[in-house]
Nanobody, 116 residues
Framework: QVQFVESGGGLVQPGGSLRLSCAAS????????MGWYRQAPGKQREVVAT???????NYADSVKGRFTASRDNAKNTVYLQMNSLEPRDTAVYYC??????????WGQGTQVTVSS
């Protein structure tokens, strides 16, 4: 069973940038779609970026034009470059397959806080 470990979060001012990484414990090349999810306090987890195996990506409207996702199948790693960060981007960020694997596959996530 593949598990994920996210890193790269932190505290950043509005307008700043962060680059998140997510390392998988096994091969991700077999998964057609990988995703970046986030969960803000009091809200449901949502998908913010979808990475399709062939190279295409889709983004939630709230992050379109600001976030860029990528995957490196050789390293079993996915990335999320986040620019022009806004306070509403504050959340714990996770990666997983889309649709997500079972509960044991989720990592601890990485906290992103956007605040002045």
């Amino acid at each position: 069973q593949v598990q994920f470990v996210e890193s790269g979060g932190g505290l950043v001012q509005p307008g700043g940038s962060l680059r998140l990484s997510c390392a998988a414990s096994g091969s991700i090349s077999r998964f057609i779609a990988m995703g970046w999810y986030r969960q803000a306090p009091g809200k449901q987890r949502e998908v913010v970026a979808t990475l399709i195996r062939g190279g295409s990506t889709n983004y939630a409207d709230s992050v379109k034009g600001r976030f860029t996702a990528s995957r490196d199948n050789a390293k079993n790693t996915v990335y999320l470059q986040m620019n022009s960060l806004e306070p509403r981007d504050t959340a714990v960020y996770y990666c997983n397959v889309i649709p997500a694997l079972d509960l044991s596959s989720w990592g601890q996530g990485t906290q992103v806080t956007v605040s002045s």
